[in-house]
């Protein structure tokens, strides 16, 4: 079964940067597409970024690009959305998310990111 687990959230002023970790379990993910969505109350969850575990290509909605990076550690089973120069629109419950061609689509319970203006 496979299990993810996100951290890294938390509050942060205009600016600031937070990195979020989803962890992963149950499988291996060395075939796998990750991506991590964001979702504000009331708006259907959008999607942020996305990485090809196998050679590590990704990519990005307008909107974060050039301030968010995603990335992942093959070892650990892990995937990152490092965020920087946060705005307070960044606002929103971060989900992760992996599709495994073995198992489908899993997805990370979500994590509050909240950006103080």
């Known amino acids: 079964q496979v299990q993810l687990v996100e951290s890294g959230g938390g509050l942060v002023q205009t600016g600031g940067s937070l990195r979020l970790s989803c962890a992963g379990s149950?499988?291996?993910?060395?075939?796998?597409?990750g991506r991590w969505f964001r979702q504000v109350p009331g708006k259907e969850r959008e999607f942020v970024a996305r990485?090809?575990?196998?050679?590590?290509?990704?990519d990005y909605v307008d909107s974060v690009k050039g301030r968010f990076t995603i990335s992942r550690d093959n070892a650990k089973n892990t995937m990152y959305l490092q965020m920087n120069s946060l705005k307070p629109e960044d606002t929103a419950v971060y989900y992760c998310?992996?599709?495994?061609?073995?198992?489908?689509?899993?997805w990370g319970r979500g994590i509050q990111v909240t950006v103080s203006a």
């Open positions: 990485i090809l575990w196998s050679g590590g290509a990704t």
């Open positions: 998310h992996i599709s495994i061609p073995s198992s489908g689509n899993h």
């Open positions: 149950g499988r291996d993910f060395s075939d796998s597409v």
